[in-house]
C-alpha cells in the first residue's frame, strides 16, 4: 500500500511525504534536472547514487545533485516513510546567493551524499521539513519566503555543523556482494568513460559473466551497461563543453565516439539538446552565478 501524507508545491519546489509498506523499487532510468533532498523517516533503503549504493536508515539525509545517476531500492523491511523534496535551480537559487551567499550549484556539487544525522540533528531538519509543508499548505502571507527561509537553514545548517566532513555521520557503503561488484564496475567506468567500449569487456575485466553482470548492474543502477557507459560519458562531456573551449569533433573523440553524429545523437537523447545549445545556455547561466555571488 502506498500512502501520501502530504504534496505541497510552490514554483520551483516540491515536497512530498510518502509511506509505502510493500515492495517498492524506484522503476525507471533517474536523471533529471531538479535538485533532491531525500528524507527517511522510518525504514531503511538502498540508495545507488553515481558509482555508489549506500545503506540509508532512518534519521539519514540525502543531497542529490541534478544530472546525477540514482536509485532508491529495497532493504531489509518493506515499510519505509520518506520525505523529499524537488528544487528547481530557479527562484530559490537566487534567494539563497542573495540571503546567504550560497550558491545552490556549489553546494550540491561538493555535498551531494547520504549522511545520518544524531538525534538533535533529526529533530532539527524533521522541524524544518514539516514547517515547510505546512508553509505551503496554509499559504499565509509571505509563505513562499518563509518556506525557503526554511530551506535556506537547512543548507546552512549542513555547511555550519561540517557533517559531510565528519566521518562519524557518513552512512555506510551497501555491504552485500552484489552491490559491491557493481559499485567496482560502475567506478572503473566512471574513472574510464572512453577506454570502456562494451559489456563484454567488462565481464573480462571483471572475471564475471556477462550475463549475471548485466542483470545485476540494471537490478542496481536501473540502466543496463552500455546506458551507463554513454550517460557517463555525456556527463563527462557537458562538463568540457561549459570549462573548455574544445569542438565537438574534438570531445567526440577524446570520449571515444567514433562518429560525431552518433555522439550528438547521443547528447540529445540525455540532456534534450545539442552540445553547442548546452554549451551556449550553460556557460552564459554559469558566468551569470558567478557575477551574483561576486556582488553578494
Not at 33 to 62: A, C, H, P, W
Amino acid at each position: 500500500m502506498e500512502r501520501i501524507v502530504f504534496k505541497e508545491i510552490m514554483d520551483g519546489i516540491c515536497i512530498d511525504r510518502i509511506i509505502r509498506d510493500y515492495e517498492y523499487t524506484m522503476p525507471t532510468k533517474h536523471v533529471h534536472d531538479e535538485y533532491e533532498i531525500y528524507y527517511l523517516l522510518e525504514g531503511e533503503r538502498y540508495y545507488f547514487i553515481e558509482n555508489q549504493t549506500y545503506l540509508v536508515k532512518e534519521g539519514s539525509i540525502v543531497f542529490i545533485n541534478k544530472g546525477q545517476i540514482h536509485k532508491t531500492g529495497a532493504a531489509g523491511e518493506s515499510y519505509h516513510d520518506r520525505i523529499l523534496i524537488e528544487l528547481k535551480e530557479e527562484p530559490f537559487q537566487t534567494f539563497l546567493l542573495s540571503s546567504c551567499g550560497i550558491s545552490l550549484a556549489e553546494f550540491f556539487s561538493s555535498h551531494y551524499g547520504v549522511i545520518q544525522l544524531d538525534n538533535n540533528g533529526r529533530h532539527y531538519v524533521e522541524a524544518l521539513l514539516f514547517g515547510m509543508a505546512d508553509e505551503l499548505h496554509q499559504k499565509q502571507f509571505h509563505y513562499t519566503s518563509m518556506t525557503m527561509m526554511k530551506l535556506c537553514s537547512l543548507f546552512v545548517d549542513s555547511l555550519r555543523s561540517n557533517i559531510h566532513d565528519n566521518p562519524e555521520q557518513v552512512i555506510n557503503l551497501a555491504k552485500t556482494a552484489k552491490h559491491k561488484k557493481v559499485s567496482e564496475v560502475a567506478s572503473f567506468i566512471m574513472a574510464n568513460p572512453a577506454e570502456v567500449k562494451s559489456l563484454d569487456d567488462l565481464a573480462k575485466r571483471f572475471f564475471i559473466s556477462k550475463c549475471y553482470l548485466s542483470r545485476i548492474f540494471k537490478e542496481v543502477t536501473s540502466f543496463t551497461v552500455c546506458e551507463y557507459i554513454n550517460i557517463t560519458r555525456i556527463q563527462k562531456a557537458q562538463q568540457i563543453l561549459i570549462e573548455t573551449n574544445l569542438s565537438i569533433t574534438e570531445i567526440s573523440a577524446l570520449l571515444g565516439y567514433e562518429s560525431i553524429t552518433y555522439f550528438e545523437k547521443v547528447f540529445s537523447n540525455f540532456t534534450k539538446t545539442s552540445p553547442l545549445k548546452y554549451r551556449k545556455k550553460n556557460k552564459k547561466t554559469t558566468q551569470s552565478i558567478r557575477d551574483k555571488k561576486d556582488f553578494a
